[in-house]
């Protein structure tokens, strides 16, 4: 019988090697102004970071 696919270590595995992980803390009910905010923009929460981070590292 043939392994079965496991498309959840795939992922895992395949994001550990293409990308770096951060974890950041905000206070509390902070999250879901910025989640509002992002998706008002149509983005989610990583990409609003991660354009926020890059446009503050190129001023």
Do not use: H, Q, T, W
């Not at 905000?26 to 981070?53: D, L, R, T, W």
């Amino acid at each position: 019988m043939a392994d079965k696919f496991d498309k959840v270590k795939y992922n895992n595995d395949y994001n550990a090697k293409k990308y770096d992980s951060l974890r950041i803390v905000v206070p509390k009910g902070n999250k879901e102004k910025i989640k509002a905010f992002a998706e008002s923009k149509g983005e989610s929460i990583n990409s609003f970071v991660n354009k926020a981070i890059e446009a503050a590292m190129n001023e």
